[in-house]
């Protein structure tokens, strides 16, 4: 069974800085998606960043990127310029590429941004 | 265009009964899938759905059951309420091309908090 852990349960940051949440996980699978959804306190999960295993490229979205270290089966997600927006709850995802068709999540890392 | 749309947004029921949540897709969206999120278990799978099939379901008891419908829209069950079922319900929508999956990932609503007292 695939398992997502984040090992970091709270993390902050000063605004306009940089900060990194870790994410590691395992699967005996080589096919599969990385996510990383932000829940702010209106609950809905909003999707940051995604990444297919297939693709070496580390992705990037504006601030956000990724490290995706697929032998070390490792998947950090790096903000930038942290702003009070991006304080929430952010989760690592885990999608394998076939037939399951459900995420496996992580517990989440808790983001506070301090002016 | 539309996000994903949970109804409830709140719901307290008391133990014993029966509770329906109601998720409407993204249009276009045809995967549907729900999650159940608790302080201390996090976010777990529930069951997802296709073209009104179910094809996964997580570790759930069959107290948990759900469907969709033509037009893509879901609703879940869950009967004889028991005070830990008392969490936030999450649904999720994808584009789904034909029987596989997309990389775009999902789009979740706002869920659904249930408390059972």
């Known amino acids: 069974a695939q398992t997502v852990t984040q090992s970091q349960p709270e993390m902050s940051v000063q605004e306009a800085e940089t900060v990194t949440l870790s994410c590691t996980y395992d699967?005996?699978?080589?096919?599969?998606?990385l996510f990383w959804y932000k829940q702010p306190p209106s609950r809905q999960m909003i999707l940051v960043i995604r990444?297919?295993?297939?693709?070496?490229q580390n992705a990037t979205e504006n601030r956000f990127s990724v490290n995706f270290q697929k032998a070390a089966k490792s998947f950090s997600l790096k903000i930038s310029d942290s702003q009070l927006g991006d304080a929430a709850m952010y989760f690592c995802?885990?999608?394998?590429?076939?037939?399951?068709?459900?995420?496996?999540f992580g517990k989440g890392t808790l983001l506070t941004v301090n002016p | 265009k539309a996000g994903v749309t949970q109804t409830p947004r709140y719901l307290i029921k008391t133990r014993g009964q029966q509770v329906t949540l109601s998720c409407s897709p993204i249009?276009?969206?045809?995967?549907v899938s729900w999650y159940q999120q608790t302080p201390g278990q996090g976010l777990q799978f529930l069951f997802e759905?296709?073209?009104?099939?179910?094809?996964n379901k997580g570790n759930f008891p069959g107290r948990f059951s759900g469907r969709q419908f033509s037009n893509s829209r879901s609703e879940m069950n869950v009967s004889t309420l028991e005070l830990g079922d008392s969490a936030l319900y999450l649904c999720?929508?994808?584009?789904?091309?034909?029987?596989?999956?997309?990389?775009?990932?999902?789009?979740f609503g706002s869920g659904t908090r249930l408390t059972v007292v």
């Open positions: 999720a929508s994808s584009l789904a091309l034909g029987q596989g999956q997309s990389n775009y990932g999902y789009t």
């Open positions: 699967t005996s699978e080589s096919d599969y998606y």
């Open positions: 990444q297919e295993a297939y693709k070496q």
């Open positions: 995802a885990y999608r394998f590429r076939g037939s399951n068709y459900k995420l496996t």
């Open positions: 249009s276009g969206h045809r995967s």
């Open positions: 759905y296709f073209s009104e099939t179910q094809r």
